[in-house]
């Protein structure tokens, strides 16, 4: 055989073998950066904040007629677009990602897609591509950039759903059509990849469809193949890196590996005409019961058409900003605290667990317990508050090896505007007590 054929034949091998190839897990090594991260801002950019309406789903409710909710179109300027700002911004928040919408349920993409004209550059006096400039923004600050996508596109012709109640077609019954739909957004996502190459692919929709219908397996091939380290949500039909719980804080600590709480700051995800803000001392409190719970928070944000972040948001995030400035150190590049019980909140650890980080809601003074902890505490400290704490062991007998209770006494003038964090150097990596009391 001529040497040339050799190289077609191993060209058609590798391409025949790698259609079977296992699509690689996450693993500890390319969550890293995310696990470490803690708080990423979330962006609903689309035209339905041209009349503040749910974003998407206000004609797919029938709220409006898709023509009405279409008319938006132009009105959205983006005049103001600031990106470097918007970056300052998220960055002075204590975020180290953000997930902007590249397209979302309404099908219209925020960016110069080759495939089809409903984009804010072809259907809008905007004119321009959003992403681009915002992830090198990003970028520059280094900050991970995430696609928001949605799989659903309810203006598509051939997506089978118009609204609630209304369909062009079933899938079963015309695999074609819909076929021809999957070529057309996977087509999308490649060149959302080529052209972004996001370090984080934030799918939504997926509940409309199985992975099957999908190709989910396909998908996260697709991403993956143009980007081995792209880190990819959950909502891709059992195919993610990830859960995102949304908007209700999970009581107890969700059993995946790895999660991210997505929130709104009022109570919509687009700009609307809502003044329903959450406090930063909610904020923080919710942001850091979920690092405590070995989470993240994805904090979202809704622009104004024309790219203005309305007032309160910056607010909220200034204020996020300077308690992550003087707090971080209890919630960044840490792990999830001590189990439940020990002491009455949140908590954190250093990762190689010798620091305890204690996160006391409410603003009371005064003292502080904590049960079974077997460590000897070398010092106590408050972040921006000078000198050490006393603390007092309470119910120890000498000869016996159960813990006594901690009394750590917190003076008033120590106390932060939201969330006082206290310092616990341990003696060693942290120890607990798991015993019944009395002597064993
Ligand atoms: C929901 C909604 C969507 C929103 C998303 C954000 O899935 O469908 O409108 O973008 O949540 O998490």
Redesign the pocket.
């Known amino acids: 055989m001529k040497p040339v054929l050799y190289v077609i034949f191993a060209l058609f091998y590798i391409e025949a073998v790698s259609q079977y190839q296992e699509v690689p897990l996450a693993t500890e090594k390319k969550m890293s950066w995310f696990a470490d991260a803690k708080l990423g801002i979330f962006i609903?950019a689309g035209i339905y904040a041209v009349d503040g309406i749910d974003?998407?789903?206000s004609f797919y409710n029938k709220k409006i007629s898709h023509s009405d909710y279409m008319k938006q179109l132009r009105g959205f300027s983006l005049r103001n677009y600031n990106p470097a700002a918007w970056a300052d911004l998220i960055s002075e928040s204590g975020a180290r990602y953000a997930v902007i919408t590249t397209k979302?349920?309404d099908g219209v993409s925020m960016y110069d897609t080759g495939l089809s004209d409903l984009s804010i550059v072809k259907s809008t006096p905007a004119r321009q591509d959003m992403i681009a400039p915002f992830f090198s923004e990003l970028r520059k600050r280094n900050l991970r950039c995430g696609a928001y996508f949605s799989l659903i596109d309810w203006s598509h012709e051939n997506y089978p759903a118009v609204t609630k109640d209304s369909s062009r077609y079933s899938v079963e019954n015309d695999y074609e059509r819909w076929n021809r739909f999957r070529t057309f957004f996977q087509g999308q996502i490649k060149e959302i990849s080529v052209k972004f190459n996001p370090d984080l692919w934030w799918f939504?929709?997926d509940w409309e469809h199985t992975a099957e219908e999908w190709e989910a397996a396909k998908v996260r091939k697709l991403v993956l193949q143009r980007n081995p380290d792209a880190i990819i949500n959950s909502r891709l039909q059992g195919h993610g890196d990830y859960e995102t719980p949304?908007q209700n804080f999970p009581v107890s600590k969700p059993a995946h590996r790895w999660w991210e709480l997505?929130m709104t700051t009022n109570d919509n995800?687009g700009f609307h005409h809502d003044d329903n803000w959450k406090t930063p001392y909610e904020i923080i409190t919710i942001f850091t019961d979920v690092v405590a719970n070995g989470g993240n928070l994805l904090l979202d944000m809704g622009p104004m058409e024309d790219g203005t972040i309305p007032p309160q948001q910056v607010r909220v995030l200034k204020e996020l900003g300077a308690w992550n400035k003087k707090n971080g150190e209890a919630v960044f590049h840490t792990v999830a605290g001590i189990p439940q019980g020990h002491f009455y909140g949140p908590t954190t650890l250093s990762k190689d667990s010798t620091v305890l980080y204690l996160f006391l809601q409410g603003n009371n003074a005064g003292p502080v317990t904590i049960k079974g902890l077997k460590n000897k505490i070398k010092n106590i400290t408050i972040p921006g508050f000078g000198g050490t704490l006393e603390h007092k062991i309470v119910g120890k007998i000498s000869w016996s090896h159960v813990p006594g209770i901690v009394y750590i006494e917190v003076p008033q003038s120590a106390l932060d505007k939201y969330v006082t964090v206290l310092r616990l150097q341990l003696e060693g990596p942290v120890s607990l007590y798991k015993g019944r009391g009395g002597f064993n």
Do not use: K, N, R, V
């Open positions: 609903h974003e998407s789903w979302h349920h939504d929709g949304e997505c995800w």
